[in-house]
Nanobody, 120 residues
Framework: QVQLVESGGGLVQPGGSLRLSCAAS????????MGWYRQAPGNERELVAR???????AYADSVQGRFTISRDNAKNTVNLQMNSLKPEDTAIYYC??????????????WGQGTKVTVSS
């Protein structure tokens, strides 16, 4: 019914940059919140950044000042610009959407994940 597809992950050296992108498609009426979560081996999934349809943002303390989230409500896309990357940013990054579908049902959806590895 609704799909989220991420792209942009890869291997980068410490101090480098990556941009993650996510596109939502399917039976979408509107999306209240889009965001990014990540999960490192042995750790729980944690919030990285999220943005409401009204452009309110929230960031994890560990990425504040280094990462920037943006979204295009008309295109149902969300991006995460990651700068000054550190080894501790290594994780699988998941796109998240709090979606109002066209049958007016509010449902949470997740992307398949994209791997980010920060290593020299």
């Amino acid at each position: 019914q609704v799909q989220l597809v991420e792209s942009g992950g890869g291997l980068v050296q410490p101090g480098g940059s990556l941009r993650l992108s996510c596109a939502a498609s399917g039976s979408i009426y509107s999306i209240y919140v889009m965001g990014w979560y990540r999960q490192a081996p042995g750790n729980e999934r944690e919030l990285v950044a999220r943005m409401s349809s009204g452009d309110s943002t929230a960031y994890a303390d560990s990425v504040q000042g280094r990462f920037t989230i943006s979204r295009d409500n008309a295109k149902n896309t969300v991006n995460l610009q990651m700068n000054s990357l550190k080894p501790e940013d290594t994780a699988i990054y998941y796109c998240y959407g709090d979606v109002r579908t066209r049958n007016l049902r509010r449902t949470e959806y997740w992307g398949q994940g994209t791997k980010v590895t920060v290593s020299s």
